[in-house]
């Protein structure tokens, strides 16, 4: 019985439900629909007033000059955007009430009132308005110089306007035929002389409007959820005038119908509702709320029916649970009985309860009990605390036995029975192994920091992703940089301190290691320490993290003060300098006594002396070519040395080179050949040192090949730049000096590399030129087989050519 009145008194709701919401969907669709054609009425009366403003505007003109003539009309209308989209208006213009006269020529002053300085109060013949102008003039041609008096149609509506003062519409067009359907209207509007004096007439303001488009795009809504017919008041020839076609859909559910009076016309406006608009309407609620209504009764009468048959099986379900409760409280008790993790369970006072196996061996140890229920936590942990908050703690305790004492963290966690009884969890474990590691660390950490702040190297660690930086105290102490409080990032703030000559070095090897160009980023520059006191810095940093996608994450480096060895560095650089040209002077004068001693000695047989003047000469040769290499090298690594760059033929210096270095490959009994390329082009460098770049690798190969084989000079053509090759059969270049071949006064150790002789300049001064002038040095060995020592040089194009000659 009961559920059968529960079942009708949810019908009953379900009913009033949808007719209360039925309802109010009505009456919101009306004040919706009636929302939209309020905004259409204020878009009408706001285009419409509007189309009164622009002739307003017209009439402003004429009052405000002397002589309107045809280009302040153009003006006018341009600055309206006419023709355009705005408002719809196609054209404007303005009819004087009288006529042109015929000595003022175009845009002269016009009889009747349109020239103010000579308008009258008296009155114009009524049937002389003419228009004098019209914008644009190309699309409104058949208005200009209409008199209104030859149309019959028109004039009485000039009349009307003019007597009422008032704007006035026509829908008659001149010049279009009935079967055009009247596409346009015109608007008339009086100009007098004043807005308080009527009596001094000056002509009309007249206006062409699109009918067709006038009552178009008022507002967004306008198409989408409604539509508008509007028709104007009946034509003494034509009858009524639909200027919006009527809509053929079905018969709309919501219509609203108004009637406007403007510009002396009745329209007469109807606007229906669209099936979208219909569609969006909430009149679906109803029978959406019915249908939940109806759900809500079949669930609810659903679940009486379950809840009578769970109750049955409730009782059933209490016992079964009873006893999986019990069940999982000794699984629960099992768990903690056998957890690593020792957990002891006390009262408020601190007074045990109960632990667990790795409590009982963890106590234990501390010469407790082997039974701790009743004992008191105070006893055994006496360094605890017990009245602090819940959380983490740390408790030093030396067994009673003797030993290392033990560290333990201890965990508090306060829980609370059913019967409201405040309950303690202590979970302790045993760190007294990762204590004394973790104090290792730290011992051997502070090693490191001593040994670094007694090299005097200052560390950094960079974060590339987030920006922010850990520097030393001795990197602070290096640039003289404070530690700033909430500085995040310290590592940037000696960017300030550089050399602006500097900087860009430092920031290129950085950008090139994080690109992952290089591996490393050194570089080497001036800090201003303090008083304009300039320090030289040497960086030295590498990318210890990257991302899956190569992208760096971490940088980490050093930086020391070698201002000192820079300095060093620098009068070695000029005690080698001094010294070469203090020996070229002499060597000079010994290389020309030697040869003159030769000139005299031609002829003459002395036994002995022959070979003793060749070796004096060849010696004095190689001593002056060992101080030449010192100079070039020292300019090089001064940056002292300049390049006159110039298009190089490339044929021409290869030839040259070869011719130069046969009488050396002579000696070695080697050919020396050169394989010119197929096109011929110019090469940009300096014509002096690429010919000492060249001689020295074909000397080189020379020196290094087997008797009776033959060097190659080639040359390659590629996209930008020329490659040339030298290439010999010899023994090849061992493996252990090829990482050191570019470097200074570097030679392969053995006797065979002694015998042939050489400074182990020449590679590192060539590597040199070859990247001073924009181009690569490289070589590729085969032991025993063939060598090649290659470099590029950038190809000159026709405009520096040009731009040389």
Same mark, same amino acid.
């Given at each position: 019985?009961?559920?059968?009145?529960?079942?009708?008194?949810?019908?009953?709701?379900?009913?009033?439900?949808?007719?209360?919401?039925?309802?109010?969907? *009505?009456?919101?669709?009306?004040?919706?629909?009636?929302?939209?054609?309020?905004?259409?009425?204020?878009?009408?009366?706001?285009? &419409?007033?509007?189309?009164?403003?622009? &002739?307003?505007?017209?009439?402003?003109?004429?009052?405000?000059?002397?002589?309107?003539?045809?280009?302040?009309?153009?003006?006018?209308? /341009?600055?309206?955007?006419?023709?355009?989209?705005?408002?719809?208006?196609?054209?404007?213009?303005?009819?004087?009430?009288?006529?042109?006269?015929?000595?003022?020529?175009?845009?002269?002053?016009?009889?009747?009132?349109?020239?103010?300085?000579?308008?009258?109060?008296?009155?114009?013949?009524?049937?002389?308005?003419?228009?004098?102008?019209?914008?644009?003039?190309?699309?409104?041609?058949?208005?200009? !110089?209409?008199?209104?008096?030859?149309?019959?149609?028109?004039?009485?509506?000039?009349?009307?306007?003019?007597?009422?003062?008032?704007?006035?519409?026509?829908?008659?067009?001149?010049?279009?035929?009935?079967?055009?359907?009247?596409?346009?209207?015109?608007?008339?509007?009086?100009?007098?002389?004043?807005?308080?004096?009527?009596?001094?007439? %000056?002509?009309?303001?007249?206006?062409?409007?699109?009918?067709?488009?006038?009552?178009?795009?008022?507002?967004?809504?306008?198409?989408?959820?409604?539509?508008?017919?509007?028709?104007?008041?009946?034509?003494?020839?034509?009858?009524?005038?639909?200027?919006?076609?009527?809509?053929?859909?079905?018969?709309?559910?919501?219509?609203?119908?108004?009637?406007?009076?403007?510009?002396?016309?009745?329209?007469?406006?109807?606007?229906?509702?669209?099936?979208?608009?219909?569609?969006?309407?909430?009149?679906?609620?109803?029978? #959406?709320? &019915?249908?939940?209504?109806?759900?809500?009764?079949?669930?609810?009468?659903?679940?009486?029916?379950?809840?009578?048959?769970?109750?049955?099986?409730?009782?059933?379900?209490?016992?079964?649970?009873?006893?999986?409760?019990?069940?999982?409280? *000794?699984?629960?008790?099992?768990?903690?009985?056998?957890?690593?993790?020792?957990?002891?369970?006390?009262?408020?006072?601190?007074?045990?309860?109960?632990?667990?196996?790795?409590?009982?061996?963890?106590?234990?140890?501390?010469?407790?009990?082997?039974?701790?229920?009743?004992?008191?936590?105070?006893?055994?942990?006496?360094?605890?605390?017990?009245?602090?908050?819940?959380?983490?703690?740390?408790?030093?305790?030396?067994?009673?036995?003797?030993?290392?004492?033990?560290?333990?963290?201890?965990? /508090?966690?306060?829980?609370?029975?059913?019967?409201?009884?405040?309950?303690?969890?202590?979970?302790?474990?045993?760190?007294?192994?990762?204590?004394? %590691?973790?104090?290792?660390?730290?011992?051997?950490?502070?090693?490191?920091?001593?040994?670094?702040?007694?090299?005097?190297?200052?560390?950094?660690?960079?974060?590339? *992703?987030?920006?922010?930086?850990?520097?030393?105290?001795?990197?602070?102490?290096?640039?003289?940089?404070?530690?700033?409080?909430?500085?995040?990032?310290?590592?940037?703030?000696?960017?300030?301190?550089?050399?602006?000559?500097?900087?860009?070095?430092?920031?290129?090897?950085?950008?090139?290691?994080?690109?992952?160009?290089?591996?490393?980023?050194?570089?080497?520059?001036?800090?201003?320490?303090?008083?304009?006191?300039?320090?030289?810095?040497?960086?030295?940093?590498?990318?210890?993290?990257?991302?899956?996608?190569?992208?760096?994450?971490?940088? %980490?480096?050093?930086?020391?003060?070698?201002?000192?060895?820079? @300095?060093?560095? *620098?009068?070695?650089?000029?005690?080698?300098?001094?010294?070469?040209?203090?020996?070229?002077?002499?060597?000079?004068?010994?290389?020309?006594?030697?040869?003159?001693?030769?000139?005299?000695?031609?002829?003459?047989?002395?036994?002995?002396?022959?070979?003793? #003047?060749?070796?004096?000469?060849?010696?004095?040769?190689?001593?002056?070519?060992?101080?030449?290499?010192?100079?070039?090298?020292?300019?090089?690594?001064?940056?002292?040395?300049?390049?006159?760059?110039?298009?190089?033929?490339?044929?021409?210096?290869?030839?040259?080179?070869?011719?130069?270095?046969?009488?050396?490959?002579?000696?070695?009994?080697?050919? #020396?050949?050169?394989?010119?390329?197929?096109?011929?082009?110019?090469?940009?460098?300096? @014509?002096?040192?690429?010919?000492?770049?060249?001689?020295?690798?074909?000397?080189?190969?020379?020196?290094?090949?087997?008797?009776?084989?033959?060097?190659? &000079?080639?040359?390659?053509?590629?996209?930008?730049?020329?490659?040339?090759?030298?290439?010999?059969?010899?023994?090849?270049?061992?493996?252990?000096? +090829?990482?050191?071949?570019?470097?200074?006064?570097?030679?392969?150790?053995?006797?065979?590399?002694?015998?042939?002789?050489?400074?182990?300049? !020449?590679?590192?001064?060539?590597? +040199?030129?070859?990247?001073?002038?924009?181009?690569?040095?490289?070589?590729?060995?085969?032991?025993?087989?063939?060598?090649?020592?290659?470099?590029?040089?950038?190809?000159?194009?026709?405009?520096?050519? #040009?731009?040389?000659?």
């Amino acid at each position: 019985m009961f559920q059968t009145v529960i079942l009708i008194l949810f019908l009953g709701l379900s009913y009033l439900s949808f007719v209360l919401v039925h309802k109010i969907a *009505q009456s919101r669709s009306e004040e919706s629909f009636q929302v939209l054609a309020d905004q259409i009425l204020t878009s009408i009366d706001r285009r &419409l007033e509007e189309y009164d403003r622009i &002739l307003d505007g017209v009439s402003g003109l004429v009052m405000a000059s002397d002589v309107v003539t045809a280009a302040d009309m153009e003006v006018y209308a /341009k600055s309206l955007d006419i023709p355009g989209d705005m408002f719809v208006l196609d054209g404007i213009g303005l009819a004087s009430a009288g006529s042109v006269d015929p000595g003022a020529g175009a845009g002269g002053p016009i009889v009747g009132g349109m020239n103010k300085r000579t308008a009258t109060s008296s009155k114009p013949a009524e049937d002389q308005f003419i228009v004098q102008y019209v914008e644009p003039l190309a699309s409104h041609e058949q208005l200009l !110089g209409l008199d209104f008096a030859s149309d019959s149609e028109l004039l009485p509506v000039a009349e009307r306007a003019r007597a009422a003062g008032e704007t006035i519409a026509t829908v008659h067009f001149p010049g279009r035929s009935l079967q055009d359907r009247y596409p346009q209207i015109l608007l008339l509007k009086p100009i007098y002389k004043s807005s308080q004096d009527r009596t001094v007439f %000056l002509g009309f303001a007249l206006a062409v409007l699109n009918i067709e488009n006038a009552f178009k795009n008022l507002t967004p809504s306008q198409g989408k959820f409604l539509t508008l017919h509007v028709e104007a008041g009946a034509d003494t020839l034509r009858g009524p005038l639909e200027f919006t076609p009527a809509s053929t859909a079905m018969t709309p559910d919501f219509a609203f119908h108004q009637s406007i009076e403007k510009f002396g016309q009745t329209f007469s406006l109807s606007m229906s509702s669209t099936p979208q608009f219909d569609a969006v309407q909430p009149f679906r609620a109803r029978w #959406v709320v &019915l249908a939940l209504g109806l759900f809500i009764t079949a669930l609810v009468s659903a679940i009486m029916h379950v809840l009578i048959r769970k109750n049955i099986a409730i009782s059933a379900d209490v016992t079964r649970k009873s006893r999986d409760l019990e069940t999982q409280i *000794q699984e629960n008790r099992c768990i903690l009985e056998n957890a690593m993790l020792s957990i002891v369970s006390v009262t408020k006072t601190g007074q045990i309860i109960h632990c667990n196996e790795a409590a009982l061996k963890l106590l234990a140890h501390l010469n407790g009990p082997d039974n701790m229920d009743g004992e008191m936590i105070s006893d055994l942990l006496p360094d605890f605390d017990m009245q602090e908050g819940d959380g983490w703690s740390k408790v030093v305790i030396a067994p009673m036995a003797g030993g290392e004492p033990l560290t333990i963290e201890i965990e /508090k966690k306060t829980w609370f029975t059913a019967d409201g009884e405040e309950r303690i969890a202590l979970l302790m474990r045993d760190i007294t192994v990762s204590e004394r %590691l973790t104090q290792e660390i730290a011992e051997a950490e502070q090693r490191w920091n001593l040994a670094l702040m007694s090299a005097h190297i200052g560390v950094f660690d960079i974060c590339l *992703q987030t920006r922010t930086s850990v520097v030393s105290d001795v990197w602070r102490e290096t640039l003289k940089i404070p530690a700033l409080p909430g500085c995040n990032n310290p590592y940037q703030l000696q960017m300030a301190k550089i050399h602006p000559d500097d900087l860009a070095i430092l920031k290129k090897a950085e950008d090139f290691c994080i690109k992952g160009h290089t591996e490393r980023a050194t570089a080497r520059f001036r800090v201003n320490v303090e008083q304009d006191e300039w320090r030289w810095i040497e960086s030295d940093a590498v990318v210890v993290k990257r991302a899956p996608d190569g992208t760096a994450l971490r940088m %980490l480096g050093i930086q020391t003060d070698v201002t000192e060895r820079f @300095k060093l560095e *620098q009068m070695k650089r000029e005690f080698v300098a001094t010294v070469s040209h203090e020996l070229r002077t002499p060597l000079t004068s010994i290389k020309g006594a030697i040869g003159l001693l030769q000139a005299q000695l031609k002829g003459v047989e002395i036994s002995g002396v022959d070979r003793l #003047v060749n070796i004096a000469a060849s010696n004095s040769d190689r001593l002056l070519s060992l101080v030449n290499d010192i100079l070039d090298l020292e300019k090089l690594n001064a940056g002292g040395m300049k390049h006159d760059m110039e298009p190089v033929n490339l044929n021409e210096i290869l030839t040259l080179a070869s011719k130069q270095v046969e009488p050396y490959a002579a000696q070695w009994n080697v050919e #020396v050949k050169v394989v010119e390329p197929e096109v011929d082009r110019n090469i940009w460098a300096d @014509k002096k040192r690429i010919n000492q770049v060249i001689t020295n690798l074909l000397s080189n190969a020379c020196k290094f090949s087997d008797p009776d084989t033959a060097v190659r &000079l080639t040359a390659e053509v590629q996209n930008a730049c020329a490659k040339i090759s030298v290439s010999n059969i010899g023994p090849g270049i061992p493996e252990k000096f +090829r990482s050191t071949i570019f470097q200074p006064f570097s030679q392969a150790d053995n006797s065979d590399t002694r015998q042939r002789g050489g400074t182990g300049l !020449g590679l590192s001064i060539s590597r +040199r030129l070859v990247e001073e002038m924009g181009g690569s040095v490289g070589f590729k060995s085969d032991p025993g087989k063939e060598t090649v020592f290659w470099f590029t040089c950038p190809l000159a194009d026709d405009l520096e050519i #040009v731009r040389v000659a």
